[in-house]
């Protein structure tokens, strides 16, 4: 190897590369080259193919870094000491190398962290897609377990609404029949329930009187009054029933179909036979068939929905609603009906009805000519609506609400009317999710227009709308003020005479006094004028709902409890603070509570003589219901009112009343234990001189 200046040979391991001028260069021409004024731009590498350092200050190549004054250093710079003696210099080479040897074990250490992070990410990805599988494992399970229950609840609803299924061909007896029927339509006509086990047990006992096989006979004369027992049996179910009112309804078979339905739900014909009874281009098979399928729906359980589901059934059904067969009314009003029927079961049958499209379709069917097939249309969007908020949102996007406002406007035959408010009710249901306060306005409009029919069921059903909206949004209540609804619900405490009226008016009321500033607009002789009805109501709820309203009112002032004592309703709430259920009497303790609070001595005498010390003692020493902290405060209210100290002492003591007071000091409330501790029971030593 050879230098290009002076053509020397050149050690394989001591020459220079000049990248500039591409030439290889031995020591001495190197020198030479870095100090030729003329020569070029200087870029050098070493035989090891390093960049080598040029000085500064001397332009020679860089041989030495000192590690007292940090510097690079050539020949002349260490030739020529200034201000460091340049005593401790290690190779320039040698520190390249070392150097290069940490960039190198950096780089060393970066690449174990990132395989460590991999490795680390890898196992992530396994623990989640472990966990992943374990969660849909358990979500599989628990979707299984609530099949299971959701049909064994519909098999229990079926086994109870077997009454139409089967004629009784078999009783031959006609005065057996006659003493059944008697027997049936009595215990309906003037039992009432009060909770789910009453319903069950009514139930029992129809099947006891082998009721369901009364429809008709067909080996004797006797004729049975299915419409009158139908409608005993669905009030009973859906004014009684603890959910109050339906979100979801599976229509009834007609009274005309009762034949024809007890022939094809004895069919033995498999479902996917039936769905293929659909696909043919017989009009009238087709017919039949979809009629014997909507009719199957509606005693079908679950599975047997699925299974029509998986075999294709709502694609076939999605055409009949169509424009296309806008001429053959019958075929629509009975597919739209299958399409209620299934969206009356499970969320996920419900999703599949909107999930085939039908929503487009079925607000067409809205503006059909045919009443059948509008009404038919508005209960599948009734269900549809019930089921959950998000699907509510989709309906009124299509425009539902819009469409039913337009047909309101034009009177509509009854059942289109009534399920119109079922429908509105259920709009407004979902009071965790409310509406916007735009579609509210709608829903109050449509409301209104209701409530002009004069029609006691649609009052009912307006009213189970007033409950939601009222238990809503302070907007919401607001509105409703604005619109009358108030004053209407006044004028209708005072003269609803129905039955399955009370509750969802008093439910109405009661949410409306939550606000405070709707509340007093209730405090007056019209609302409390009548409610000694509410409160001697038969059924329990009807009673909770008069006392919550009642606790709301008199927490207000003592314009409540004048009110209270003006119409006599006193002694009826110190009588259920007793003797009721448990909600009531821990409702009717803070009425009692809110009134010794504002009552003057006078009032406090009066109450003294209704022997409310005697109802707060009782509850205080009773096991059931647990004594509640409005006790407390009523029996502190008490003594600082009343004038009559010495009676209340002397009933303390013969009740044992104090004693029950100390025991409360150790109650798993920590709230109460630490009230009679500290405010209680001084208040009691105080006003009568005692000493702890």
């Known amino acids: 190897m050879e230098c290009c200046k002076c053509n020397a040979v050149i050690e394989e391991d001591v020459y220079y590369i000049c990248q500039t001028c591409d030439s290889r260069l031995c020591q001495i021409c190197t020198d030479v080259h870095l100090t030729d004024e003329g ?132 009783r031959k007896n006609l005065e057996h029949c006659n003493e059944i029927l008697t027997l049936a339509t009595s215990f309906l006509d003037t039992s009432f329930y009060e909770n789910e086990q009453q319903l069950t047990d009514a139930n029992k006992k129809l099947i006891d009187l082998d009721c369901q096989s009364l429809e008709g006979c067909s080996n004797c004369s006797l004729k049975f009054d299915f419409s009158r027992f139908k409608e005993v049996v669905l009030k009973n179910f859906e004014l009684e029933s603890p959910c109050e009112i339906s979100a979801k309804r599976r229509k009834l078979l007609e009274d005309q179909d009762i034949t024809s339905s007890n022939q094809s739900l004895g069919s033995l014909e498999s479902i996917d036979g039936l769905v293929k009874k659909i696909d043919t281009q017989d009009e009238e098979k087709k017919l039949l068939a979809v009629q014997q399928i909507r009719r199957k729906l509606f005693c079908a359980s679950t599975e047997e929905i699925t299974q029509y589901i998986d075999e294709g059934l709502l694609n076939h059904i999605l055409i009949f609603i169509q424009d296309e067969y806008s001429k053959d009314r019958t075929l629509q009003f009975e597919s739209c009906w299958v399409l209620t029927n299934i969206a009356s079961s499970s969320t996920l049958h419900t999703l599949s009805v909107v999930g085939i499209g039908c929503l487009p379709h079925l607000i067409n069917l809205l503006n059909s000519p045919n009443e059948e097939v509008k009404s038919q249309a508005l209960w599948t969007f009734a269900n549809i609506i019930g089921d959950s908020y998000i699907l509510r949102d989709q309906c009124i996007e299509v425009g539902v609400l819009s469409s039913l406002i337009d047909h309101l406007s034009n009177k509509r035959e009854p059942e289109f009317l009534r399920t119109s408010a079922w429908l509105l009710s259920n709009v407004c249901r979902h009071v965790s999710y409310p509406i916007e306060l735009t579609h509210l306005k709608q829903v109050l ?31 919401f209540k607001q509105e409703f003020v604005n619109r009358g609804f108030l004053q209407l619900t006044i004028d209708k405490m005072q003269t609803q005479t129905e039955d399955s009226f009370s509750l969802p008016l008093i439910n109405v009321v009661a949410n409306l006094a939550s606000s405070q500033s709707v509340c007093p607009l209730l405090v007056n002789t019209q609302s409390f004028g009548c409610l000694r009805t509410f409160l001697n109501h038969r059924r329990p709820n009807v009673r909770e709902k008069t006392h919550a309203f009642i606790s709301r009112a008199t927490s207000l002032g003592s314009d409540a409890v004048q009110l209270l004592a003006e119409f006599e309703l006193m002694p009826i709430i110190v009588e259920q603070f007793s003797f009721d259920n448990k909600s009531i009497s821990l409702l009717a303790s803070k009425v009692i509570k809110n009134s010794l609070k504002f009552a003057d001595a006078v009032r406090i005498s009066y109450f003294l003589s209704l022997d409310i010390l005697e109802s707060i003692f009782y509850m205080l020493t009773s096991s059931s219901p647990t004594p509640d902290i409005s006790l407390l405060e009523a029996i502190e209210n008490l003594l600082e009112k009343s004038a009559d100290v010495e009676s209340i002492r002397n009933a303390f003591e013969e009740s044992g009343a104090l004693a029950a007071l100390e025991a409360l000091e150790t109650n798993e409330d920590q709230e109460m234990a630490l009230r009679v501790e500290v405010k209680t029971k001084d208040d009691i030593y105080s006003s009568f001189n005692l000493s702890k």
């Open 39 to 170: 020569n070029c731009d200087v870029s050098l590498l070493d035989s090891n193919g390093l960049n080598v350092e040029i000085c500064h200050d001397h332009g020679n190549i860089v041989v030495s870094y000192c590690d007292e004054c940090e510097s690079l250093l050539c020949r002349s710079c260490i030739a020529s000491i200034k201000t460091c003696a340049h005593t401790l210099l290690k190779a320039y080479s040698q520190l390249q190398c070392e150097f290069y040897h940490k960039v190198y074990e950096v780089i060393n250490q970066a690449e174990d962290i990132i395989k460590s992070c991999e490795n680390s990410i890898s196992n992530m990805n396994d623990m989640s897609a472990e966990f992943n599988t374990k969660l849909e494992s358990r979500f599989s399970n628990l979707h299984d377990c609530l099949n299971e229950m959701q049909s064994s609840i519909l098999n229990d609803v079926k086994i109870n609404c077997n009454f139409y299924q089967n004629l009784a061909s078999n």
């Open 445 to 475: 409009t449509a409301l209104e227009i209701l409530m002009e029919m004069k029609d006691s069921h649609l009052t009912t059903e307006c009213f189970w709308a007033f409950t939601f909206i009222c238990d809503s949004l302070e907007d």
